[in-house]
């Protein structure tokens, strides 16, 4: 199951930057993984192959790689901030 998710990651990075990706590993999975994650060749697993093919470079940022997850943890403080202002003008502490 490792491998598999590995893969996912890679596609995931790929995708958060908007770059290529050439991941080549020993016992896992080799592939080209283009800027919108898709999987342009795959070498499975403990099958000694040659890829061969061609990605195009990228030059940029996408939101995700100039803030990082910084936004993310600042909307999620916002959020808690909020509701815990929603419950002590309610008077309740439950939910």
């Known amino acids: 199951m490792g491998p598999d998710q590995h893969m996912q ?22 592939a080209l993984i283009a800027a919108d994650g898709s999987i342009l060749q795959l070498a499975e697993r403990f099958v000694p192959l040659t890829l061969n093919g061609q990605i195009e470079l990228r030059s940029g940022q996408t939101p995700f790689s100039a803030g990082g997850q910084w936004p993310s943890l600042l909307l999620a403080l916002l959020l808690l901030f909020a509701d815990t202002g929603r419950r002590r003008l309610a008077g309740s502490t439950l939910p």
Not at 16 to 24: D, I, L, Q, S, T
């Open 9 to 30: 990651i890679a596609q995931a990075r790929a995708l958060e930057n908007g770059k290529p990706v050439v991941r080549a590993t020993n016992n896992g999975y080799s």
